[in-house]
Nanobody, 114 residues
Framework: VQLQASGGGLVQAGGSLRLSCAAS????????MGWYRQAPGKQRELVAT???????NYADSVKGRFTISRDNAKNTVYLQMNSLKPEDTAVYYC?????????WGQGTQVTVSS
């Protein structure tokens, strides 16, 4: 199983970006999917998660600005990020729970300039 993330980049504060992460390989079904981020010198933190049924959970710092969604037919999870702030700058990682195993993508850099 592989997770391929894309959509990162450089954006000015107040701007928007949309991240995508597609899972491929031998997949019967995916339970939860999510996005995490890690800023320089900080620990990796949860950004948002979504269950197979569509229930979502967000970090307080992104509530009202970020939206997570998924396309189960495409084994893909998305993160729409609006009203970006410089403190959102980090490497963003996608994750998927398949069976009893957690899989991680390679990370995509998001940089928000002030």
């Amino acid at each position: 199983v592989q997770l391929q993330a894309s959509g990162g980049g450089l954006v000015q504060a107040g701007g928007s970006l949309r991240l995508s992460c597609a899972a491929s390989g031998s997949i019967f079904s995916i339970n939860a999917m999510g996005w995490y981020r890690q800023a320089p010198g900080k620990q990796r933190e949860l950004v948002a998660t979504i269950t197979s049924g569509g229930s979502t959970n967000y970090a307080d710092s992104v509530k009202g600005r970020f939206t997570i969604s998924r396309d189960n037919a495409k084994n893909t999870v998305y993160l729409q990020m609006n009203s970006l702030k410089p403190e959102d700058t980090a490497v963003y990682y996608c994750a998927a729970e398949i069976g009893l195993v957690d899989y991680w993508g390679q990370g995509t850099q998001v940089t928000v300039s002030s």
